[in-house]
């Protein structure tokens, strides 16, 4: 697209910028018939994208409502563009109505995207005569560096393939009929049905050495387009179909240059297709790994993504090597969290029906547990405690041999510091006593079950010593160990 103002550059500029083009070469490296990078990237709504082409910025936002149609397109949906350039864009844009070159722009997008049918208008018609879809796509330049053509056609198409509709419900027949726009929990969004993807590749003339054939420029810069004679956009689908050709005036070309430049648009135009392509599909991988997420916890995902890195983009050199996106989280979408099964993270049951919690520690037992399940705990404490070395309690179940903790009844007056085993083995085992009382076993003072109480022996000691052997007598007799 031509510069609004092309008296904004030196002739000592323009001078620099010609001898390098007739050598060959360009101010920013490149070669006469090499593109500037691309990146891609949509937003957390749907029908937001963002297409830098170098240093252009371009942002597209594509939105949809239910309106009554033209009486003469009954069964037809609408489709409008909106260009706007921004001030910060560029010195030379002002605020207000839309320029020449903005309304220049629109008309070209509706004949590139609209007008060549890329887009199915009648799959766009919930009730004839009645209620269709209108889809408004607003195009904001903010960034001006040369070249708004490709720009704008990739981000208005990348915004349309990225945009869902909502679906409806339809009750009654004829003028009775209502429509009814349903949530994303009670039906899918759909997307736009298109025919083909027209992508557009501009080209810059520039006058040969001494009236010889004119020099080509692809994807021309801001200070290219101040010097350029003339410029062709050329609009072509995956099929190698021209869809559009816009040559707004200066140097004429000849039937054979314009076949040539057609051949070299329809090499240029195919890399662009590519990185949207590429975007699209690691978008649609993100939402599914984020869908197979959501499936799990029993919610629904809705059409608005969360923000920070939820944005997927790719950029031409990427799609072309076949290397990942240069963004974290496209490696992020493909990841999965992992269920959390029981059988995994949640400790094996014990074998003295005491209960444990989930940093493995014993909890208290109900009172239903069997009697014969408790004396069998009794047993192997007594036992353990026999084979435990000194400072140690072993805790039961699958659990290690960890330090002693001092419990509520210490040793009895008197008694040495290192008491026999079995004297040990009773000390662990407790007391019980005859009343119809609930007690607390303590086992290492680790394991407290409470139990109904009956008379009951103790486990024997291994040696078959004195503090082994059961009580009787009073409520709080306790006998003697020493």
């Not at 009648?122 to 904001?140: H, N, P």
């Not at 992508?199 to 009236?211: C, D, I, K, T």
């Not at 008491?419 to 303590?442: N, Q």
Request: glycine letters at 8%; aromatic letters at 2%; hydrophobic letters at 45%.
């Amino acid at each position: 697209m031509q510069h609004p103002l092309s008296d904004t550059i030196s002739t000592n500029e323009e001078a620099f910028i010609l001898r390098a083009l007739e050598s060959g070469l360009r101010v920013d490296g490149r070669r006469l018939l090499e593109a500037r990078p691309l990146r891609v990237e949509f937003g957390a709504g749907s029908g937001a994208c963002e297409v830098r082409l170098g240093q252009t910025s371009v942002l597209a936002t594509a939105t949809a409502e239910l309106v009554e149609p033209y009486p003469d397109r009954a069964a037809e949906g609408l489709l409008q563009f909106f260009v706007e350039f921004s001030p910060m864009a560029s010195p030379v844009f002002e605020p207000g109505r839309p320029s020449e070159p903005a309304v220049e722009l629109m008309r070209l997008l509706e004949r590139t995207i609209r007008k060549s049918q890329a887009i199915d208008l009648e799959a766009l018609c919930v009730v004839a005569s009645k209620r269709v879809w209108s889809v408004r796509c607003d195009i904001t330049v903010t960034d001006h560096r040369g070249n708004l053509t490709d720009a704008a056609v990739l981000a208005a198409l990348a915004a349309l393939r990225h945009l869902r509709l909502p679906g409806v419900a339809v009750s009654g027949n004829g003028d009775d009929a209502e429509v009814e726009v349903l949530s994303a929990e009670c039906a899918e969004p759909q997307p736009l049905v298109f025919h083909h993807t027209p992508v557009a590749a501009s080209l810059a003339f520039f006058r040969g050495a001494e009236g010889g054939a004119p020099l080509v420029l692809l994807d021309p810069s801001d200070r290219e387009e101040l010097v350029m004679l003339g410029s062709l956009v050329v609009v072509l689908n995956q099929h190698d179909e021209l869809c559009a050709l816009h040559k707004p005036g200066g140097l004429p070309l000849a039937p054979a240059q314009l076949l040539e430049c057609v051949r070299e648009a329809a090499a240029a135009v195919q890399p662009m297709r590519e990185a949207l392509e590429t975007a699209l599909a690691l978008h649609h991988q993100q939402l599914q790994a984020r869908a197979a997420a959501l499936a799990k916890t029993g919610r629904v995902p809705t059409q608005r993504e969360p923000p920070g890195d939820a944005a997927v983009s790719v950029s031409v050199p990427a799609a072309l090597e076949g290397a990942p996106p240069p963004l974290a989280a496209a490696a992020a979408a493909a990841a999965v969290v992992q269920p959390l099964t029981s059988a995994a993270s949640l400790p094996k049951p014990r074998l003295d029906g005491a209960k444990l919690g989930l940093d493995g520690k014993a909890l208290h037992a109900t009172a239903a547990a069997p009697a014969a399940a408790a004396a069998a705990a009794a047993a192997a404490a007594a036992t353990a405690a026999e084979a435990a070395p000194s400072g140690a309690a072993f805790l039961g179940g699958e659990s290690a041999w960890d330090e002693a903790v001092p419990t509520t009844a210490g040793p009895a007056p008197g008694a040495s510091a290192a008491a026999p085993a079995p004297a040990a083995a009773a000390a662990a085992a407790g007391a019980v006593d005859s009343d119809d009382e609930e007690e607390t076993v303590t086992l290492g003072s680790t394991l407290e079950a409470p139990r109904v109480g009956t008379t009951r022996a103790a486990a024997p000691a291994a040696s078959g010593g004195a503090g082994g052997a059961p009580k009787s007598g009073g409520k709080n007799k306790k006998r003697r160990v020493g």
